[in-house]
């Protein structure tokens, strides 16, 4: 499984953006997709996922009513709307696919396919 992340970029506070991530390959054995960011010195954190058919999501508590995570099956693309943004969501962004199980899915260790960053920053 191969992704291609895109929509990063610069932003004002308050502002929005929508980043995107297609999968192409053998894309029918992942039951999640996820979105994952980092800066540097700091770990790889969770930011949210989607099951394959789009039927259950999770948020980490810090972005949980700005962001939502959606799914669209015939393009084999995830996509996350960034509403409301603020200096503390600069970081590159990743998306992943992998087949966790459904308490797993929030660690980065449970996706085995990961796309390359795309950096969102946010201006004061």
């Known amino acids: 499984v191969q992704l291609q992340a895109s929509g990063g970029g610069l932003v004002q506070t308050g502002g929005s953006l929508r980043l995107s991530c297609e999968a192409s390959?053998?894309?029918?054995?992942?039951?999640?997709m996820g979105w994952f960011r980092q800066v540097p010195q700091k770990e790889r954190e969770f930011v949210a996922a989607i099951s394959r058919f789009g039927l259950n999501t999770a948020y980490s508590d810090s972005v949980k009513g700005r962001f939502t995570i959606s799914i669209n099956n015939a393009k084999n693309a995830v996509y996350l709307q960034m509403n409301s943004l603020n200096p503390a969501d600069t970081a590159f962004y990743y998306c992943a696919a992998g087949s966790p199980i459904h308490s797993s899915r929030y660690f980065p260790s449970a996706y085995g396919h990961w796309g390359q960053g795309t950096l969102v920053t946010v201006s004061s």
């Open positions: 390959g053998t894309v029918f054995s992942i039951r999640y």
